[in-house]
């Protein structure tokens, strides 16, 4: 199963950084990739890492987000940065056979955060 957690109210330039927490599956059979959903939005892809750390994806225009991963704890964390009013959303980890920013190629879904951002 995976676990997001992190999100939370922020002001317009602060960061947070989100977890999901993967349990329960086999930690080499996924990759994880994070999506967000705003209001009245489709779901979009945010970013995916690879089974090789270096092979790191981002599908949003702005760089202001990275991924780190612990493999001890079979966690991925994505930092979010400089964030804006616009990056309110609910942000999903999802567990995919191959990075995609598409979100009909997840195959598990963890419950979401909720990030909003205040101007």
């Known amino acids: 199963q995976l676990q997001a957690s992190g999100g939370g109210l922020v002001q317009a330039g602060g960061s947070l950084r989100l977890s999901c927490a993967v349990s329960?599956?086999?930690?080499?059979?996924?990759?994880i990739g994070w999506f967000r959903q705003a209001p009245g939005k489709e779901r979009e892809g945010v970013s995916c890492?690879?089974?090789?750390?270096?092979?790191t994806h981002y599908y949003l225009p702005e760089s202001r987000f990275t991924l780190s991963r612990s493999d001890a704890t079979k966690t991925v964390y994505l930092h979010l940065k400089n964030l804006q009013p616009e990056d309110t959303a609910v942000y999903y980890c999802?567990?995919?056979?191959?990075?995609?920013?598409?979100?009909?190629?997840?195959?598990?879904w963890g419950q979401g955060t909720l990030v909003t951002v205040s101007s």
């Open positions: 890492m690879g089974v090789d750390s270096w092979n």
């Open positions: 329960g599956i086999t930690w080499d059979d996924y990759v």
């Open positions: 999802g567990g995919l056979i191959r990075c995609s920013s598409y979100y009909h190629d997840v195959r598990k």
